[in-house]
């Protein structure tokens, strides 16, 4: 996988572009994700490509034939989106190299292993071709190598070999060193044609060497013998005398004597560790679009938050509780004026606030109050008593200040006034 640069899209359709897997004839191939972390290569079909007469028509119909296709061998197409600006599908993301990569980093492939790769896809072409369609560009590209078997992927040209109404006339779409002498030509193309194509991709998947093109005699040294005739056969010139892809599936299924563990050592332990790095760039894709989200609650309206709970914003204003009730008779109430400080009027600091008044600083409030429409009762009750003197000890020692005087003049002056 390639990093991305400026031509690369961030997005598309609501995808998240991870990275690059590669760049064909019709568009570039993207690693991306969906919205509920499905990895997916995303295939962006080229501007010059989508302006083409007819192009948005015969790309529709054959997403659909692909849908239909999806089956044994064949990588599902999950998505697409056929009349934006630039054409696009997404299929599911298999984290295996393709047979073009494992060979050129690994070697040819082990006879063995070789039989199965024929077998699974010829079994492949027999499922494609019963739904009459043709794949027109089998090449060792376009084959996965997986722990399953073999995929067939882009079938971004693929057509009903029975409706050719919409493709362009003399038009030869697909890979020039693995098309078939009728494909090259131009001339009408028939599910024959797949199987010249699968012939000489087993024959690079064999050999690590890509055929020449028009040569009678395809270089198969080292080749089985038993295999070297199965592909000189699908190389015939000649359409009508090459096999069926359902013939090479039984042909080829009879030699195949591998299990689950069918890849060789180097392509299983590659297969290992894409896929470690996929789950490395998904864990990381995931932190960063946990961040994207902390930053969008960060900047969201006030009240917006967790079950639309006001997470966010100021508190809502506190109101006032009601005044207290007037204290009732009994002795130890504290009052204000009599060494009980109130707290600072104001909302929500639990009392209203108290006018002062000249003299000992408290105004009766409540029944009995002056102003209060009830009239006042003075110093009568027990409220003037406890209230009154016994509350106010600067008043008490005013009382006591003529009992003083009046005791030192009976208990001194007295006597020495009759001494």
Known sequence: MEALDARDPRSVSGYRILGRLGEGGMGRVY????????????????????ALPGFRDRFRREVEVVQRVAGIGTVPVVDAGVDEQHPWYAS???????????????????EETLWRFAADLAETLEHVHSKSLVHRDLKPSNVLLSSSGPKLIDFGIVHAALDTGLTMSGARIGTPAYMSPEQAYGERVTTASDIFSFGLTLAFAATGR???????????????????R???HCLNPEPGRR????????????????????????????IARTS?????????????????DTLKDDA??????????????????????????????????AQPGYGYVPPQAGPGYGY??????????????????????????????????????????LLGLLWLLPLGIGSYLVVFAQPTAMG
């Open 300 to 333: 969201a309206p006030p009240g917006a938050g967790f079950h639309s709970a006001a997470t966010h914003g100021p508190p809502p204003p506190r109101t006032a509780p009601s005044a207290p009730s007037p204290p009732g008779p009994g002795y130890g109430t």
């Open 92 to 110: 599911d993301y298999l984290p295996g190299p393709s047979l073009q990569d494992a060979v050129d980093r690994f070697g040819p492939l082990p």
């Open 230 to 232: 199965l592909i000189l």
């Open 243 to 270: 096999p069926n892809a359902a013939e090479l599936h039984v042909q080829t299924r009879a030699f195949d004597t591998t299990t689950d563990t069918w890849l060789p050592a180097q392509v299983a332990s590659a």
């Open 276 to 292: 470690e790095q996929l789950l490395n760039l998904e864990a990381r894709d995931d932190l960063t679009q946990a961040r994207s």
């Open 352 to 393: 209203p606030q108290q006018p002062t008044t000249p003299g000992y600083g408290y105004q009766p409030t409540g029944p009995g109050a002056p102003n209060s429409g009830v009239p006042w009762q003075g110093l009568g009750g027990p409220d003037w008593v406890y209230g009154g003197l016994l509350g106010r000890p």
């Open 210 to 228: 890509t055929q020449r093109r028009g040569s009678q005699t395809p270089e198969l040294s080292g080749v089985d013998d038993r295999l070297a």
């Open 31 to 50: 690693l991306a994700r969906n919205r509920g972390g499905r990895s997916v290569a995303l295939k962006l079909i080229h501007s010059d490509m989508a």
